[in-house]
């Protein structure tokens, strides 16, 4: 488990994190969302120490990650896949880190397999692609078996076929009963790969929220319909008790109905119609909008600060 209370992180006059508190769960997969600059890489850079809190503090099963006596075996991370020492051999990279934790040297090879990197184990990580940092960087924080993983935006750098697998990875490790937190700052991905969501905005908690709760608030389902005659279009739906919003570009969303009813009306009152759709507004929308106000703050602060 992993204990956020109250944390907060000042670089200068940036507050990157704001009185920021919540829980991570084990045994599920809980993703770390935010719009670029929402404080998402501070926040998990202060969970193993590389930075520390202005205020506030983390425990990881109780214990702040300084206390800990071989971390890689209470939490392993994978926050930046590049930040490699490029002279060594994905072996040594990791035989390295393995003896420093004393964690057995046969781990090595077992991480390597489950990363897919076996047969590139004896290359200088130099010659890596983002991809193979990747996979690499995962194996490092699998390396102690730790019951805590942090992992941010892993999926960046893979291939598809390289995406499926962390997520299959992902969901794994989870179900083992480890605890599991992933950054993106993509929706869409998140609500493939987690159960949970914790969602930021300005170094601030803007939702702490299952998935299936998020989705089910957010998407609106509705009836797009394009038409030159709106307005008797809307009359005929508010008489058959449809509730009818405006959508773009003159065309009307109707709630709570099917296409098949909205034809039949349409044609039952000769109403000339050019599209009748169903539609769902994507999570993406929703997401957006639920940071938008955090997201222009940013902007807005930015051009500030130039002058
Ligand atoms: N070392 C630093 N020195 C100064 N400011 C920093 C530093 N690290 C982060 N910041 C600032 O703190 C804020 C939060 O940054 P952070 O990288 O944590 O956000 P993020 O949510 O991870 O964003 P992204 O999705 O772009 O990685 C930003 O305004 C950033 O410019």
């Known amino acids: ?41 501070t926040t998990m850079r202060a969970m193993i120490g590389l930075d520390r809190p202005t205020s506030g503090r983390v425990l990881i099963d109780g214990r702040s990650y300084t206390d800990l006596r071989y971390p890689l075996r209470e939490v392993g991370a994978l926050l930046d896949a590049k930040a490699l020492h490029g002279g ?33 184990a004896d290359r200088r990580t130099e010659g890596f692609s983002l991809g193979m940092a990747q996979r690499l960087g995962v194996a490092c924080a699998l390396l102690g078996d730790p019951p805590v993983l942090l992992l941010d935006e892993p999926v960046n750098g893979l291939d598809p076929e390289g995406i499926l697998w962390i997520r299959g990875l992902m969901r794994q490790l989870a179900e083992e009963g480890r605890t599991v937190f992933v950054s993106s700052h993509l929706m869409s991905e998140m609500a493939l790969t987690a159960e949970h969501l914790i ?47 405006d959508g773009p570009d003159g065309t009307l969303e109707a709630v709570g109905t099917s296409s098949e009813k909205v034809g039949e009306l349409a044609s039952r009152h000769g109403v000339t119609i050019h599209e009748i759709s169903p539609r769902t507004a994507s999570l993406e929308e929703a997401f957006m909008q639920l940071t938008a106000d955090a997201a222009d703050y940013r902007a807005e602060s930015r051009s500030a600060d130039h002058g």
């Open 1 to 41: 488990m992993i204990e956020v209370q109250q944390l907060t992180k000042r670089y200068g006059s940036t507050l990157a994190v704001d009185g920021l508190s919540f829980t991570v769960e084990p045994g599920r997969v809980t993703g770390f969302l935010g719009p670029n600059g929402a404080g998402k890489s």
């Open 199 to 245: 969602v930021i905005g300005r170094g601030r908690l803007l939702a702490d929220t299952s998935v299936e709760q998020f989705i089910a608030r957010n998407s609106r389902a509705y009836i797009l319909i394009r038409t030159p005659e709106p307005q008797r279009m809307r009359d005929v739906l508010t008489d058959a008790g449809v509730h009818t919003d």
């Open 88 to 120: 060594r051999t994905a072996r040594a990279h990791l035989l390295g880190l393995a003896r420093s934790n004393r964690i057995p040297d046969r781990r090595v090879d077992e991480v390597l397999n489950t990363v897919g990197l076996t047969g590139a």
